[in-house]
């Protein structure tokens, strides 16, 4: 009786080792070569960028740090965050009217997801269709039912869930409304249980000054900004209308090639608006050149757009398919953002806790950050079943050889 305890305990020990053991296998940092996303530490995808010759897989950067990780308690316009333009424009999406479906698409991945990655700013379309509010990706102001995506209740519980499960998180959405029933948008906030969240305009501050700090926003739990386009929405139904709050820099081809406001917008160096959100993708959203707006290009604009901004960091950086880049990606361009922003380091990696603002760490040899938030990439589409099989019968084989070197030297 004894004897078997014994060994029931010592293969128990052998599995936990082994398992430990298997667990440090699959570890591969950024910029190494993967067969499969599960293979890649948290916050990373496996994913290649042909358009930039790279067309072996890469562990690529899907998640930004935690803006507030390293300083705290800043103004809520002191912090960057990373930002989905069409985010509700999914890959692989229908029309919830059943038709097909002619818009682009600009994510690959759900709300739901994208907030798990640390997508902390989502650009919706809201227009009135078949008496309701809809996000729609159309033309004229009209939405049609190919081009319709989902009733905009269903993004906006989405959002309200993650909200509701994260008390200390704060989301933005910027809305293009072409809504113009009144109280439509009243309305459907309010039945998605968001309206108990909002930023109220009263708060939101004038000429410029600094917005109400993240722990206030937190402690009164008012952890949801809302802006529309429209602007008799600000005294109509308190929503805040976005020209009067933030600037934005020309969207598109055109946005690629040099940084200066769009036309809604005041001149980028208005100071009197104390947001500003540099936008970054093409004309026409391509999920193959993607990858090829990557970092290197993205970053290089944010400092164009910086001395355009009048030296202001963008507190929203607006890409397509967010998940894709060569490397750091969009998620890397909104820690290099929030490490000037709060701590004078060229990256948040570098910020040191609670120290005096411009005490940086040296970079480290091989920068591969460990992500904040919490989140998978598990809704990346290149990820492949047939390379998480592979990946698992090599993590049980050598579970198995390290269990049977263990069991050896046991005995
Ligand atoms: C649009 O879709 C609705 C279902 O949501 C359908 O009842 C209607 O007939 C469609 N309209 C057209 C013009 O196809
Ligand atoms: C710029 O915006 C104004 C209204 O703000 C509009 O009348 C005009 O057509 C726009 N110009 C362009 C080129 O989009
Ligand atoms: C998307 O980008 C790739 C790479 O630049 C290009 O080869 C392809 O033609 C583009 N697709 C469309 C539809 O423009
Ligand atoms: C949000 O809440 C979920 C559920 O409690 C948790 O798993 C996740 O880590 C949280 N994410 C963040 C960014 O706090
Ligand atoms: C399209 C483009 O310019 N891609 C560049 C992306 O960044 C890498 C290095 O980070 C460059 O090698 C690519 O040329």
């Not at 014994?6 to 940092?29: A, D, K, P, T």
Request: proline share 5%; glycine share 8%.
């Amino acid at each position: 009786m004894e004897g078997s305890n014994v060994f029931r305990n010592c293969l128990w020990n052998l599995m936990i080792i082994g398992f430990c053991l298997s667990s440090f296998v699959h570890s591969v940092e950024m910029g190494e070569t993967c067969s499969s996303s599960s293979r890649c530490d948290a916050g990373l995808s496996c994913q290649s960028c042909p358009v930039n010759g790279n067309t072996g897989s890469t562990c690529t950067r899907i998640q930004p740090l935690n803006p507030t990780s390293k300083v705290n308690g800043l103004p809520f316009n002191k912090y960057s965050w990373l930002t989905t333009h069409n985010s509700y424009a999914i890959t692989g999406a229908n029309s919830a009217t059943g038709s097909i479906l002619i818009s682009p698409r600009n994510q690959e991945d759900s709300i739901t997801n994208q907030l798990k990655n640390g997508v902390r700013g989502i650009m919706l379309d809201t227009y009135d269709f078949q008496n309701d509010v809809w996000l729609c990706h159309s033309t004229g102001g009209t939405c049609f039912n190919f081009t319709a995506f989902q009733p905009a209740i269903n993004v906006l519980k989405e959002i309200n869930d993650f909200l509701e499960s994260n008390l200390s998180e704060i989301v933005t959405i910027i809305l293009e409304d072409y809504v113009k029933s009144p109280g439509g948008l009243t309305r459907v906030f309010k039945a998605s249980g968001l309206t108990k969240f909002q930023f109220p305009v009263s708060r939101m501050p004038k000429d410029g000054k600094d917005w109400p700090t993240v722990d206030d926003m937190v402690k009164q739990n008012q952890r949801l900004v809302v802006f529309t386009s429209k602007k008799d929405k600000e005294a109509s139904e308190g929503f805040a209308y976005q020209w009067d709050h933030m600037v934005e820099n020309q969207y598109g081809d055109e946005g690629l090639k040099s940084c200066f406001n769009r036309n809604e917008s005041s001149p980028l160096d208005t100071t009197s608006r104390s947001l500003v959100l540099q936008n970054y993708f093409g004309t026409n959203p391509n999920s193959t050149q993607a990858c090829g707006d990557n970092s290197s290009l993205l970053i290089s604009m944010m400092t164009t757009c910086h001395e355009a901004a009048g030296q202001r960091w963008p507190n929203f950086i607006a890409v397509d398919f967010y998940q894709r880049s060569d490397g750091g990606g969009a998620a890397e361009a909104v820690d290099d953002a929030n490490g000037r922003l709060t701590c004078g380091c060229d990256s948040l990696v570098y910020c040191k806790s609670n120290a005096p603002f411009g005490t940086c760490d040296a970079p480290p040899p091989k920068s591969a950050p460990s992500p904040v938030s919490g989140g998978t990439g598990s809704e990346n589409p290149r990820e492949t079943p047939r390379d998480n099989a592979a990946s698992t019968a090599t993590g049980l084989s050598i579970l198995g050889m390290i269990s049977a070197a263990a069991f050896l030297v046991w005995w």
